[in-house]
């Protein structure tokens, strides 16, 4: 009887370990990318920045190459927003506007942001404009 | 003489001394002033009601903006890990 129940547990920590060890995976694989040398130096410069609904945007008219490169991002955090909205069970835009707050949060001084009212600001050392609804 | 004995009784079943003072559907003046004051009030509860007009579309934007900003509280901690997660999405 009490062998039965060890023998449960054995297969629940195994089916947990396993688990956990399939979400760490994707994860490790998916850091050793990097992020295009086009869009990094267009952050820089302010040609392109970051939008409330989470995807980047253009304060100006970029070039073709950014614009492409740029659109070409969105459509693949789009993807990711949507897997990780089906995760915590809420919508793709939902989701992508917590990202777009957090970050707006995180763009470094002399990079391009988008404020609340849709106008494009250049982020300071002061704490970006940010929407009422974004966390703390 | 039998069937005379029955039509006596048939006649005093008919004339019974109640059904001829017919005081219990008689009503009194004040329980009909009562009974008016009743049904006009009915009338003006009822035409109150009809005149209520509820204003559900600033009650809806109002519904969407709290769900949005308790979601968006939830979901800050995983946008973060998401953000540390994935610098080929979210990186300089």
């Known amino acids: ?136 | 003489m039998i069937a005379n004995e029955l039509t006596w009784r048939a006649r005093f079943a008919k004339h019974l001394p109640m059904q001829d003072q017919q005081t219990g559907k008689r009503r009194s003046p004040a329980s009909r002033v009562t009974a008016l004051a009743m049904l006009l009030g009915g009338a003006v509860a009822l035409s109150a009601c009809v005149s209520v007009k509820a204003p559900d579309k600033p009650i809806v934007i109002e519904l969407n903006i709290n769900i949005k900003q308790e979601v968006v509280y939830r979901l800050a901690a995983d946008a973060n890990k998401s953000i540390e997660a994935r610098p080929d999405l979210f990186g300089n």
Request: net charge positive; glycine share 8%; hydrophobic share 40%.
């Open chain 1, 1 to 136: 009887m009490t062998g039965l129940i060890e023998r449960k547990h054995n297969w629940r920590s195994l089916v947990l370990a396993g688990a956990m060890l399939s979400l760490v995976l994707p994860a490790a694989q998916a850091s050793a990318q990097v992020a295009s040398p086009v869009l990094a130096a267009a952050r820089a410069s302010g040609e392109v920045g970051e939008k409330t609904d989470g995807y980047l945007g253009f304060p100006g008219t970029p070039s073709a190459e950014v614009r492409r490169a740029a659109d070409e991002l969105n459509i693949k955090r789009r993807a990711y927003y949507a897997e990780r909205a089906a995760a915590q069970n809420t919508t793709v835009e939902a989701y992508a506007l917590t990202m777009g707050c957090q970050l707006i949060a995180k763009t470094k001084p002399g990079e391009k942001y988008q404020a609340p009212d849709g106008s494009w600001r250049t982020r300071s050392a002061e704490p970006p404009l940010r929407s009422n609804l974004c966390p703390a």
